[in-house]
């Protein structure tokens, strides 16, 4: 098993839906969670970490992490088409601040 | 925008020829990495940095190597650059309490021919 993985889409939403994104991660990472968006041709942009137990909210974004059931989610309320891009997982995997990611998930939001 | 600067921006360069990208900070921060992005595999480490002449193997090291010989550049060279490294070159650094969230550069796109 991969140490986080994520389904590669396309996830399609229409514009004002909410979007929801899952990540699975394996017991070799540790504690700390982070999203980040890429658009295509850009590098990877940080929009949310999380790094307890529960859901953290800031702005549209919302990410939740379950520790049981080892997964991490991240809800986009009222999606816009500006919030089409490829969104990635990661992990800290416990040494050196090391991160480790999964594939992404491309998401579309339609009009 | 944590203050990195990655360059050349794109390379294209000739298969057995050496290649170095540079990653330059200007925030003094301790850990720098080194990730290439390829489709299919996201996002791999390749070597990272924990300060001054410190530097570690990531997942995908071979065939390439590291220096930081001050606390601001971090340099990436393909000794002997084949097909198998044309890929999307990223340079990141971590910041916060614990080190732990990690900003990037604008990436180095090399195409090897």
């Known amino acids: 098993q991969k140490e986080v993985e994520q389904n590669s889409g396309p996830l399609s939403v229409p514009e004002g839906a909410i979007a929801s994104l899952n990540c699975t991660y394996s017991?070799?990472?540790?504690?700390?969670f982070f999203w980040y968006r890429q658009y295509s041709g850009k590098s990877p942009e940080l929009i949310m970490s999380?790094?307890?137990?529960g859901d953290k909210e800031d702005g549209r974004f919302t990410a939740q992490l379950n520790k049981a059931s080892q997964y991490v989610s991240l809800l986009i309320r009222d999606s816009q088409p500006s919030d089409s891009a490829t969104y990635l997982c990661?992990?800290?995997?416990?040494?050196?601040?090391?991160?480790?990611f999964g594939t992404g998930t491309r998401l579309q939001v339609t009009l | 925008d944590a203050g990195i600067t990655q360059s050349p921006r794109h390379k294209v360069t000739e298969t057995g020829t050496p290649v170095t990208l540079r990653c330059h900070q200007t925030?003094?921060?301790?850990?720098m990495y080194w990730y290439r992005q390829d489709p299919g595999h996201g996002l791999r480490l390749i070597h990272y940095?924990?300060?001054?002449?410190?530097?570690d193997k990531g997942e995908v090291s071979d065939g390439y190597s590291v220096s930081r010989s001050k606390t601001e550049d971090f340099l990436l060279t393909l000794e002997s650059a084949t097909s198998s490294q044309t890929s999307v070159y990223f340079c990141?650094?971590?910041?916060?309490?614990?080190?732990?969230?990690?900003?990037f550069g604008q990436g180095t796109r090399l195409t090897v021919v």
């Open positions: 990141a650094i971590s910041v916060g309490l614990t080190n732990t969230e990690a900003f």
């Open positions: 017991d070799r990472v540790s504690q700390s």
């Open positions: 999380i790094y307890s137990n």
């Open positions: 990661a992990a800290d995997t416990g040494t050196a601040s090391k991160l480790t």
């Open positions: 925030e003094n921060h301790r850990y």
């Open positions: 940095s924990y300060g001054v002449k410190d530097t």
